[in-house]
């Protein structure tokens, strides 16, 4: 395709537009089972037009939306139960948050081996061919969490850094971060806890009453946690938030930024959209911890619906669901995947352990799911699954 010289009509561009994106699949159809994003609250998406010019990249054009994310961070920072000498960075999201979180204690540490579990998020792959970092699986337990003593023998004088997981990308399984965290303060090593999906999760939770790990700042040897504002936030993507334990940690990752209005960045990205912290600030702000509350009981009494649904039609799963994630076992999960594409389901593939994911967020509701089951279970008797 050639770039017009002379540009085209608007009404053009638009109908061109609308074509393309009936291309894709929208939230609204609840036919997407496996993404651990969802459509954004109205609201996010009203904040993030108000905000769409802004670049958080040079504050002293934009010193309303420097207000915006000084006050998100706050919020953050008490819903994490950070202390008061702890910051937060806002982030693209979790691969961002990931990589700096590792920055971070590669800076503090001047080490290069990362120790975390194999159903680790992707983004550390990254971090290690970026930061000549040294990855050192801990293999997982029967509940696909990490192995605690195995992670423990493999802590040595090399060590930078511990990852731990609340929330996989994988299962939504949470490790157990309290004795996690317990060792690393006793081997003086930095932990960094991923809660990308599980962090706007698992408080709303255990305030319901599930016996969950704790994953936060509440827990004295945790050095960072990382949060996606995108996924159970309810926000627009891309949106996250790195919080650390000590201010002064961002200083050994901040360079000189001459050119702009702030002296000094500690994050990836230089241009970061105002856009983004505004739609996360007014989702936090109408929804508040009750209104959050009552989505996760939504998706958690669905999630144990659809789960019990599963296992009456014959499949396993591989784990009871600890978040609104349910793994279904298979012994061929690429051929039930196609299947279900074919039939315009989107679920997720985990072939390393042998599973197709379903991630019951707010878009997907009971009626989908009774239209899924049918074609779940004929599918798998096709392919001889049950």
């Not at 001047?110 to 550390?124: C, D, N, T, W, Y």
């Not at 704790?214 to 926000?235: A, L, N, P, R, T």
């Not at 912290?277 to 999630?303: D, H, N, P, S, W």
């Amino acid at each position: 395709m050639k770039f017009n010289p002379r540009g085209e009509k608007y009404n053009n561009v638009i109908e061109e537009l609308e074509k393309i994106r009936e291309m894709d699949i929208h939230f609204d159809s609840s036919r997407i089972l496996g993404s651990m994003c969802t459509r954004p609250h109205p609201i996010a998406v009203k904040a993030f037009e108000m905000f769409i010019e802004t670049n958080l990249g040079d504050p002293a054009l934009f010193p309303g939306t420097k207000e915006i994310e000084k006050r998100l961070v706050e919020i953050m920072k008490d819903f994490t139960n950070a202390p008061s000498n702890a910051m937060g960075l806002v982030v693209s999201g979790g691969t961002e948050g990931n990589i700096t979180a590792i920055r971070i204690a590669r800076a503090l540490s001047k080490k290069r081996k990362v120790i975390l579990p194999e159903g680790a998020h992707f983004s550390f792959q990254k971090i290690a061919s970026l930061m000549n970092i040294n990855l050192d699986f801990v293999r997982l337990d029967e509940h696909y969490c990490t192995d605690v003593n195995e992670l423990e023998a493999k802590i040595d004088k090399n060590t930078a850094a511990v990852v731990a997981i609340a929330g996989s990308t994988e299962l939504g399984t949470i490790d157990n971060i309290p004795v996690i965290s317990e060792i690393c303060s006793e081997k003086n090593v930095f932990l960094h806890v991923d809660a990308a999906f599980g962090g706007f999760v698992i408080p709303f939770l255990k305030e319901m009453g599930y016996d969950l790990y704790d994953f936060d700042f509440k827990i004295e040897g945790v050095s960072s946690v990382q949060v996606d504002h995108h996924k159970m936030g309810c926000s627009v993507i891309p949106m996250g938030m790195l919080l650390v334990r000590n201010r002064e940690w961002i200083e050994d990752v901040s360079i000189d930024s001459p050119y702009v209005s702030i002296p000094k960045q500690a994050t990836i990205l230089g241009t970061r959209p105002g856009a983004s912290v505004a739609a996360a600030y007014a989702v936090i702000k109408y929804l508040g911890r009750e209104g959050y509350k009552k989505i996760v009981e939504k998706c958690m009494q669905l999630t144990e619906y659809t789960a019990k649904r599963i296992e009456e039609i014959g499949l396993k799963l591989p784990v009871k669901p600890a978040l609104n994630v349910i793994g279904i076992k298979l012994k061929n999960p690429r051929k039930v995947y196609e299947e279900l594409s074919k039939k315009g389901w989107r679920v997720a593939k985990i072939e390393r352990i042998s599973c197709i994911r379903l991630v019951i967020m707010p878009h997907v509701t009971k009626n989908a799911v009774d239209k899924f089951i049918p074609d779940l279970e004929k599918i798998c008797k096709k392919t001889g699954e049950i």
